[in-house]
Every structure is written in C-alpha cells, then in structure tokens.
C-alpha cells in the first residue's frame, strides 16, 4: 500500500514538472504572476550578459572610411573654375534612388552622399554641375561620374 501511494505521489510530481515545463515552453502563465516574472528575468539576463561574438553580431555602420574611399573617387580637379568630378559607385545608393537618366531625386542623393562623405565637403556649399551614369555589361548603372562645383 505504501509503495503505490508514493507511485502516485511521484506521478503526479512529475505531471506537475511536466506542466510547468509545457506552460513554459508556450508563455501561458498569466502577466505578473511570479513564473511570468521569472522568465522575463531571465530572457533579460541572457539579452544583456551574453556575448555579441556567439552571435557573430556586429553592429552595421554606414561605411567605413576605407569602403566610402573606394566607392566614392576623386576623378578630375579643377581649382582655377573651382569644379570637381567625384566617381561614385551605384551600390553606394539605395536600389529605389538609382536612376539610369539624371533626376532632382538623384542630384539630390548624390549631394549628400557627397557631403556626408567627402571630408573636403563637408560643411561647405556645393552645388551638382551634371551627372553622368556608366553602365556595366548589362545595361545596369555601375556608377555615377557626378561634376559639381564650390
């Protein structure tokens, strides 16, 4: 008789561990209840204590100064009519703003890509001359050939 009461009484532990391990699973304990307060923590604890690099996370910047160099090149200087023609990769712009004709929206894209990144431009007033797009192989803009003057 004993053994079949403690039969029963370790069954229904481990209904009870096996309940609290599916409420866990599926969040259904109720908001402010100690178990809700308990996972919460702990999701906070792992969110702010565990290492980016198990992740491989890296925080995404714009672009380094090494990659806006390469996608963005001085061409031609001219400091007696005071023009110059920057070379700016098409990948620099977002797929919507490209154009394959000069347009408002893509002088004005490409003038603040321009003083955002060109050190000699920033803060000062320029303004876009012209703006010459090359194609690649197939027909796709690779960049802009973009003459401006300051």
């Known amino acids: 008789m004993a053994s079949s009461w403690t039969e029963q009484t370790r069954l229904t532990e481990m209904r009870k561990l096996w309940n609290g391990i599916v409420r866990t699973l599926f969040w259904s304990y109720d908001r402010g209840s100690w178990p809700y307060d308990v996972m919460v923590v702990a999701i906070l604890i792992f969110v702010?204590?565990?290492?980016r690099k198990w992740f491989n996370d890296q925080p995404q910047t714009s672009a380094s100064a090494a990659q806006r160099e390469a996608m963005i090149q001085l061409v031609a200087d001219d400091d007696a009519a005071g023009t110059r023609t920057y070379r700016i990769n098409a990948a620099t712009l977002a797929p919507?703003?490209?154009a394959q004709k000069p347009t408002p929206e893509l002088e004005?894209?490409?003038h603040e890509i321009l003083g955002r990144s060109v050190e000699e431009l920033k803060g000062r007033t320029f303004q876009v001359l012209q703006i010459n797009p090359t194609r690649g192989e197939d027909g796709s803009v690779?960049?802009?050939d973009v003459g401006i003057k300051f």
Request: hydrophobic share 25%.
């Open 108 to 110: 004005a894209e490409t």
């Open 96 to 98: 919507n703003k490209r």
């Open 142 to 144: 690779e960049y802009y």
């Open 48 to 51: 702010l204590v565990t290492p």
